[in-house]
């Protein structure tokens, strides 16, 4: 190693992030003191002057001088005629200063002495990106896409930092190519040979949470407060805001202008549906609220059993149910109450929309139903076994099947 590369090797410590000078000092002439040790059997005797400014670096042996013949540890003495050939002016009984150059270093040292600085360096680096992103998990960053794999993504940021987004951390109709520039949050750091791996997440609740902190000033000089976050990542979720000025319209505020703070959140989760409602500590209300659009007609609660049981009118059904289920159920877990849906008993003589039946009756089924003019219930009931069949591409087994759901319906 001569002295430009020794150059190298401190810029690429100058390079690392966060750490301190007095910490790179004392890394190399650990480095430099474990091969003298090995070459020379003690290090006890030798200074390391470090300019890591200008890479830098000088080695002095200091041995004491003692008369021709009489030397009997090389490492600690020097004969007076070697003490000589240094400085004119030595006499016995003085310490010589001799320096030693890295090309006086034997090959392997040499080799070693490149090896363990590499080493060490790598796991500077390494505990640095750990301890820096361990402090930022929850906090959103944004990196570029480097390379995309069948189950992640290697996502770089503005420091060439390895971040991972996996699969399961993405919404479903995410899509990403190289070049493309992600925000996710930070989900966690995990330590694997002493490596870190940090996990970001766009279906986290967290990465909502702070999407309305960037986006809504009150949120996040704490005017208001989100009270909880429930989700179905590229589909809906729900957020229950609480204001602790009575001037301030929470919902109002998260929202926006006609919509205008709320829209730049929504394309960032790929139209994910945004339901914002106001909490409180009424949880009748509170369940009414979070079943929203539906209209509810009156609900009974069990707070033993954390059940509450909702009735609605026929037309109110598929909107508390929601597409998928999803509305119901993240009412549910908003609330923590157990939401069971049924049809006001005074309106049961009325129609029912065939959606309503979605768990009963395969969707392609409903499909081909509506693709002959029946959107509801007694419209299909109206029409002949024989009709069903002729009108539509089903077999009679599974006319015979809907009819008997539908009809159950009213009995």
Known sequence: MNTIELIESFS???????????????????????????QYGSDDNFDIIINPDKGDLEIWRNREIVPDGEVED?????????????????????????????????RRSVLALR???????????????????????????????????????????????ELILPKSEQIPSDYFKKGDTVRAVVSRVDLKNNTPFIILSRTSPVFLERLFELEVPEIFDGLIIIKNIV?????????AVESY????????????????????????????????????????????????????????????????????????????????GHNIKLASKLTEYEIDVYRDSDEDTEDVDLEEFADEI??????????????????????????????TDLEEETVDEVLKVLKSEFE
């Open 12 to 38: 690429e410590f100058k390079d690392i992030k966060n750490i301190d000078r007095v910490t790179m000092m004392n890394i190399i002439e650990d480095v430099f003191r474990s091969i003298l040790i090995k």
């Open 245 to 324: 000025d009575d001037r301030v319209d929470p919902v109002g505020a998260c929202v926006g202008m006609k919509g205008s703070r709320i829209h730049g959140i929504v394309r960032e989760l790929k139209n994910e549906n945004i339901d914002v409602i106001n909490f409180t500590s009424n949880n009748v209300l509170y369940i009414t609220r979070a079943l929203s659009p539906a209209k509810i007609t009156n609900i009974k609660l069990n707070d033993e059993d954390g059940k509450a049981e909702v009735y609605l009118k026929p037309d109110q059904v598929s909107l508390a149910i929601g597409k998928g």
């Open 362 to 391: 395969d969707h392609w089924i409903l499909d081909e139903l509506k693709s002959i003019g029946c959107d509801t219930a007694k419209s299909v009931l109206e029409l002949s076994k024989a009709d069903l069949v002729k009108r």
């Open 231 to 239: 989700r179905e990542p590229g589909e809906r979720a729900k957020v």
């Open 115 to 161: 090896q363990n600085l590499a080493a060490r360096i790598q796991d500077l680096e390494k505990d640095s990106i750990y301890k820096k992103y361990k402090d930022r998990v929850g906090d959103i960053v944004t990196g570029e896409v480097y390379q995309v794999w069948k189950r992640e993504i290697l996502i770089l940021d503005d420091e060439g930092n």
């Open 74 to 106: 090389e490492n600690q003495e020097i004969s007076l005629t070697d003490a000589i050939k240094i400085e004119p002016d030595f006499e016995v009984g003085e310490e010589a200063s001799e320096e030693v150059r890295i090309e006086d270093l034997s």
